[in-house]
């Protein structure tokens, strides 16, 4: 018989520590989205970016193809994700077939919001400046990073929970 309740009612052992990880990963989205990720400097100027400023940037500068790829993959799909994996851990039934295919679509997802994407519009921003002199990382792509890697952690776990024949 299946036990009855949210994955989260549910869960045992070191499982019970996915829930506060999905909130710890939320709060880090959030910071690593609000904080310096990077520093671009000459000897004219030198400007701090967030990853929502870098993303902002690409709109402003006309290139809103990188504005649409990095915004999607870089901002929304771990964002999405994330809230997404909290909702299927605190308010979904355990046995419902829906949370597992939601499960395992968020899974399929979660390779395209990974950190090379970031890096790779961060350099495009960087290498498209004049007079760069400098170029530095900050705390935001640390938050940032922590949060895609927890929230990772936690959804291949609930997805070994939430496999049909997992008891």
């Not at 649409?68 to 994996?85: E, I, R, Y």
Request: charged residues 10%; hydrophobic residues 60%; contains cysteine.
């Amino acid at each position: 018989m299946e036990r009855q309740g949210s994955l989260a009612a549910t869960a045992m052992g070191r499982d019970q520590w996915i829930g506060p990880l999905l909130i710890l990963s939320l709060v880090l989205l959030v910071i690593g989205f609000a904080l310096p990720a990077l520093s671009i400097g000459s000897f004219l100027f030198r400007k701090d970016y967030s990853i929502l400023q870098g993303v902002w940037a690409f709109w402003q500068g006309g290139k809103y193809f990188l504005f649409v790829a990095v915004g999607t993959f870089s901002v929304l799909l771990p964002a999405a994700k994330t809230l997404l994996c909290a909702f299927v851990w605190f308010a979904v039934p355990r046995g419902n077939p829906n949370a597992a295919k939601l499960v395992r679509l968020l899974s399929a997802l979660s390779k395209w919001s990974m950190l090379d994407v970031f890096i790779i519009a961060l350099t495009v921003l960087v290498m498209e400046g004049s007079l760069i002199g400098s170029a530095d990382v900050h705390v935001g792509i640390i938050a940032f990073a922590a949060a895609v890697l927890l929230s990772t952690v936690g959804l291949q776990r609930m997805a070994a929970l939430t496999m049909p024949d997992r008891r």
